[in-house]
């Protein structure tokens, strides 16, 4: 059976950190990434990863506060996320792409984990 659990969500305050982690489990993946979705909004890219993670992506609104990780296709992946604001406020979602490179498009992941809450009071 193939899983992805991710764990790490909370309740902080704007400005605190969270590091969230997503284990794998029934297969490996070539490549991953971080997804949101803020309620009444579409789910959105947050960050790939390949499969060394020697090479990443991020979205604008991210980009010089999280920082996406992964060792090999057999560690955890993990996104630390540093001064967090009220708008990173969502559910975090781990996505596993089987083959090809890191994707920002949600259609090309072939699984999903259920999702770690994330939510930064002002």
């Known amino acids: 059976q193939v899983k992805l659990v991710e764990s790490g969500g909370g309740l902080v305050q704007a400005g605190d950190s969270l590091r969230l982690s997503c284990v794998a489990s029934?297969?490996?993946?070539?490549?991953m990434g971080w997804f949101r979705q803020a309620p009444g909004k579409e789910r959105e890219f947050v960050a790939a990863i390949n499969w060394s993670g020697g090479s990443t992506s991020y979205t604008d609104s991210v980009k010089g506060r999280f920082t996406i990780s992964r060792d090999n296709v057999l560690t955890p992946m993990y996104l630390q996320m540093n001064n967090l604001k009220p708008e990173d406020t969502a559910v975090y979602y781990c996505?596993?792409?089987?083959?090809?490179?890191?994707?920002?498009?949600?259609?090309?992941?072939?699984?999903w984990g259920q999702g770690t809450r994330v939510t930064v009071s002002s």
């Open positions: 029934g297969r490996t993946f070539f490549a």
């Open positions: 996505a596993g792409r089987l083959s090809g490179l890191p994707s920002t498009y949600p259609g090309s992941y072939d699984y």
